[in-house]
């Protein structure tokens, strides 16, 4: 059982290039959600869904731009990169089971813009 | 504005001996509290957590302490030890958006 897995690991990327993250969860979760760390800082949220086909806003989701097309893949996109968002991102999904439930982690993707 | 703040950016306690991290937060919705651990280069693990109608839950060598009127919570690790250094995250959920996060404390465990 793999949890939540990240692609790619690492990254660099230059001013102003794109890229997709890759977030796949085989835990059959309903919600998932896009975190960035930057150093010192706690992880702030970037976008999230709770559902297939739907997306929603988190507290910094200016320059990203997400989409949850199959039940158990969530992508964060990337269209102009900048070196502001050089950071480590997380993926985390969640399921709506009975009671409370604690979000999984992904193990990161290291995401470095020049 | 920081909504669930970790003061102590690190802790050092000797291996044996009873750890305390702590959080303190400011918005009355949250509703679920957490404690992820991390270490470098892997994603937050989940720890611990209690419900805003509780005010204490353990698990084994853990203990999360809840006190509403206070907006804080504590998380209790006895005995400490070395497996156990690594950065603690307090999380709180007020809704289906996400969890707010505290910036972390680094716990070392000294042997």
């Known amino acids: 059982n793999a949890g939540v897995t990240q692609t790619p690991k690492f990254r660099v990327l230059k001013t102003g290039q794109s890229m997709t993250l890759l977030c796949a969860q085989d835990?059959?979760?309903?919600?998932m959600y896009w975190y960035r760390q930057d150093p010192g800082m706690g992880l702030r949220l970037i976008h999230y869904s709770v559902g297939e086909g739907t997306t929603a806003k988190g507290e910094v989701p200016d320059g990203y731009n997400v989409s949850r097309l199959k039940k158990q893949n969530f992508l964060l996109g990337l269209e102009s990169a900048a070196p502001s968002q050089t950071s480590v991102y997380f993926c985390?999904?969640?399921?709506?089971?009975?009671?409370?439930?604690?979000?999984?982690f992904g193990d990161g993707t290291r995401l470095s813009i020049l | 504005d920081q909504q669930v703040k970790q003061n102590s950016p690190s802790l050092s306690v000797q291996e044996g001996r009873i750890s305390i991290l702590n959080c303190d937060y400011t918005n009355s919705m949250f509703d679920y509290f957490l404690w992820y651990k991390k270490y470098p280069a892997e994603g937050p693990t989940f720890l611990i957590s209690?419900?805003?109608?509780?005010d204490k839950n353990e698990d084994g060598r853990f203990t999360v302490f809840l006190n509403k009127s206070a907006k804080h919570l504590s998380l209790h690790i006895v005995p400490s030890q070395p497996g156990d250094s690594a950065v603690y995250f307090c999380?709180?959920?007020?809704?289906?958006?996400?969890?707010?996060f505290g910036k972390g404390t680094h716990l070392i465990i000294q042997p």
């Open positions: 985390a999904s969640l399921t709506i089971g009975v009671g409370n439930q604690p979000q999984h």
């Open positions: 209690i419900s805003s109608i509780k």
């Open positions: 835990m059959n979760h309903e919600y």
């Open positions: 999380a709180a959920r007020g809704g289906a958006d996400g969890l707010t």
